[in-house]
């Protein structure tokens, strides 16, 4: 194809041999051609390039087609130089060639790679999958699974055997949401560097291997920029000569790197064994090396290192999901899932960032439940949110011992929502045994379960107690849904959801007035003067009574603020004395 744009579809070139000469299957030169759903398998050129196709100036696309089990010197599959166009949706399988296994890009060429997999190709020298030289590639949401560049045995030279699934000579590619696993060679198992500057953002290396453990990344007077990336489980890192400029930040690397915002804690991958997952299809959301729901490398990236080209992850998802963009090639699209048989039994504090319309679950790494926060309504929260929980040692007279807090950083008044909070049953028992009214005594109790109610107070506890008292803003009663008041029978545990408009620290108790009584002598502040110790809070929930009862000869001094509305009673037993200071 020469000076042409042909449409090239659904077209099998099989066993086809160039011999002394260039592209084994198809010669592109100054051509536009659409290459498109084509198989190519078993072509070959020895002694040139493009065992299957060699593109030259090339600015057509090549999409949809299978690369198998060709051969070349240079390009097993494909080679292409001072071209500008586009390779993608295109699969690589066990091509080989002494420099790039699958492909070879040089002489500036520009070619964008998108959406392909490298699977298994061999590169005698440099380059399993794809050898770069001089050029400009954009690589992007592609696969590099079990590439080599093995070197010889005895080595031509000792440099050689470099750059498992990509080699880059004197180049600039770009690599956005790539994989690279299982792949081999004495330097650089997955990627091996010299005199370039590689672009690599939110891409995920595991389990790659070189022999001379000479990294799983290898750059020789080279100055890559590595952002949003997870280097884990590999036989070796990150190495690179003294020539070399490194730059690595926001990255999961094993054994930590310096670097802004680098980290160095388990990614927690689905099955880091099988990339392409149970499904055996690369791309889904299966894949072994995507994170799970509890991955420390959820909203840890960069959001300006993601690129405003880079808007689809690997599997086709959204790149950005939950406010903050996540390490390596897969972007969650769930949080933590609330299924978790452990709720927490110490009070506990999680802050996330809540995506409007988003689902959060608040947990401790997936190993003690919080709370349950679903972004919803007229105004709905988001943002950065902190979900407290505390469970006090003692039943409290009127509210459940488990209570918690749930306070976005803005807004926090005015934001609505559904909120969901967790109770064991014997919680719940607690509480009746020191109230008339009760709480479900079981999951089949309807008349309990019409009691139940949510006190609301709105704002931040000031004294981080979380105890009624600690609040200052109103206090409201929201009345669930009977069929938002769930057992979940599987976990043992009662599921209570609500809609909310604005937030702030949230009690189970049941729609009845709560009644304080004074007993003792002297200042209303004092424990000691209130039956069972408690004392009534600034902010009195609606309905309360307040009896004062002094001891005889006794007197109760108010020496506080307390603020008191229509629905509240202070009744004064006769004979007593009820001072105000």
């Known amino acids: 194809n020469k000076n042409s744009s042909p449409v090239i579809r659904n077209c099998q070139f099989n066993n086809n041999d160039a011999y002394n000469n260039f592209g084994g299957a198809i010669y592109n030169d100054n051509s536009s051609a659409q290459i498109l759903n084509c198989t190519f398998q078993n072509n070959k050129t020895d002694y040139y390039s493009g065992g299957a196709i060699y593109n030259k100036q090339f600015s057509g696309i090549i999409q949809s087609c299978n690369f198998s089990n060709n051969l070349a010197k240079i390009g097993g599959a494909i080679f292409t130089e001072h071209s500008n166009g586009i390779i993608q949706l295109c699969d690589f399988y066990q091509n080989t060639a002494s420099y790039g296994g699958g492909m070879f890009s040089t002489y500036n060429d520009s070619t964008h790679i998108l959406n392909s997999k490298f699977l298994s190709n061999t590169a005698t020298y440099f380059g399993g999958g794809i050898d770069i030289y001089g050029s400009f590639n954009l690589i992007k949401n592609c696969f590099f699974i079990n590439n080599e560049a093995p070197d010889p045995s005895p080595p031509a030279r000792p440099n050689e055997g470099q750059g498992g699934a990509i080699y880059s000579y004197n180049s600039y590619p770009k690599l956005q949401n790539c994989v690279f696993s299982q792949n081999f060679s004495k330097k650089g198992s997955a990627i091996s560097s010299s005199g370039s500057n ?279 009663i929201i009345d669930p849904e009977n069929s938002d008041v769930i057992w979940n029978a599987t976990l043992n545990r009662w599921e209570v959801s609500f809609n909310t408009t604005g937030f702030g620290g949230y009690f189970v108790s049941t729609n009845t007035p709560v009644t304080y009584i004074f007993i003792g002598d002297g200042n209303w502040t004092e424990t000691s003067n209130w039956y069972r110790g408690i004392v009534p809070p600034t902010m009195l929930p609606a309905g309360a009574n307040i009896v004062i009862n002094p001891i005889v000869g006794g007197q109760c001094v108010l020496n506080t603020t307390i603020n008191i509305n229509i629905s509240h009673q202070i009744i004064v037993a006769k004979n007593k004395i009820f001072r105000i200071l």
């Open 198 to 476: 590689l672009d690599v953002r939110n891409c995920t290396f595991a389990h790659n291997s070189s022999s001379e453990l000479n990294g799983t990344l290898f750059f020789d007077d080279s100055n890559p920029n590595i952002l949003n990336s997870i280097i884990w489980d590999n036989n070796s890192g990150i190495v690179s000569s003294p020539n070399s400029n490194i730059i690595v930040q926001y990255c999961n690397v094993q054994g930590g790197y310096t670097g802004v915002g680098n980290i160095h804690l388990n990614p927690l991958f689905i099955n880091e064994f099988n990339p392409a997952g149970a499904d055996e299809i690369y791309g889904t959301y299966d894949d072994g090396l995507n994170v799970s729901t509890c991955s420390p490398a959820i909203n840890s990236g960069f959001n300006s290192g993601v690129g405003v080209d880079n808007t689809v992850d690997i599997a086709y998802n959204p790149r950005i999901t939950f406010t903050t963009v996540d390490l390596g090639a897969y972007e969650t699209q769930t949080s933590a899932p609330d299924n978790l048989a452990t709720m927490t039994d110490t009070n506990l504090s999680i802050t996330q960032t809540i995506n409007s319309g988003g689902v959060n679950t608040f947990t401790n790494n997936c190993n003690s439940l919080i709370t349950k926060v679903n972004s919803l309504g007229v105004n709905p929260i988001n943002g950065t949110t902190t979900a407290k929980v505390w469970i006090e040692n003692s039943p409290p007279n009127h509210f459940v011992k488990r209570h918690y807090e749930v306070a976005p950083a803005s807004n926090i008044n005015t934001v609505t929502g559904k909120v969901t909070l967790y109770f064991y049953q014997d919680e719940f028992d607690d509480y009746n045994l020191l109230n008339g009214i009760e709480l479900p005594k079981s999951p089949t109790d309807v008349n309990g379960l019409s009691h139940l109610v949510i006190e609301k107070y709105d704002g931040v506890s000031s004294d981080n107690s979380g105890l009624p008292s600690s609040y200052s803003g109103n206090h409201t």
